[in-house]
């Protein structure tokens, strides 16, 4: 079992920065791979960021160049850099982990990009 928890969301202005965290429960070093979800009212839960193993990327084309994933190995972290927020970055972002084949998932934490 992993247990994944989010944090670092909140209300921010547009052009602004926020840097959410989540901690895994088991070394995510045994991660298969992670990576950061998003989902807006009235909408399907997308794809933000993946990351794997090796540390090979994938970018939703509407964050690249905006967000930035990265991991701690010694804390078990993983983060995600979002500068120059936009108000459609509103949402609710999860935290995902894949070890052995099995998905996890965090709670959610809630960003909100407004003024």
């Known amino acids: 079992q992993v247990q994944l928890v989010e944090s670092g969301g909140g209300l921010v202005q547009p052009g602004g920065s926020l840097r959410l965290s989540c901690a895994a429960s088991?070394?995510?070093?045994?991660?298969?791979?992670m990576g950061w979800y998003r989902q807006a009212p009235g909408k399907e839960r997308e794809l933000v960021v993946t990351?794997?193993?090796?540390?090979?990327?994938n970018y939703a084309a509407s964050v690249k160049g905006r967000f930035t994933i990265s991991r701690d190995n010694a804390k078990n972290t993983m983060y995600l850099q979002m500068n120059s927020l936009k108000p459609e970055d509103t949402a609710v972002y999860y935290c995902?982990?894949?070890?052995?084949?099995?998905?996890?998932w965090g709670q959610g934490t809630q960003v909100t990009v407004s003024s």
């Open positions: 995902q982990a894949i070890r052995f084949g099995t998905y996890y």
């Open positions: 088991r070394s995510i070093i045994s991660m298969n791979a």
């Open positions: 990351i794997t193993s090796g540390g090979t990327t």
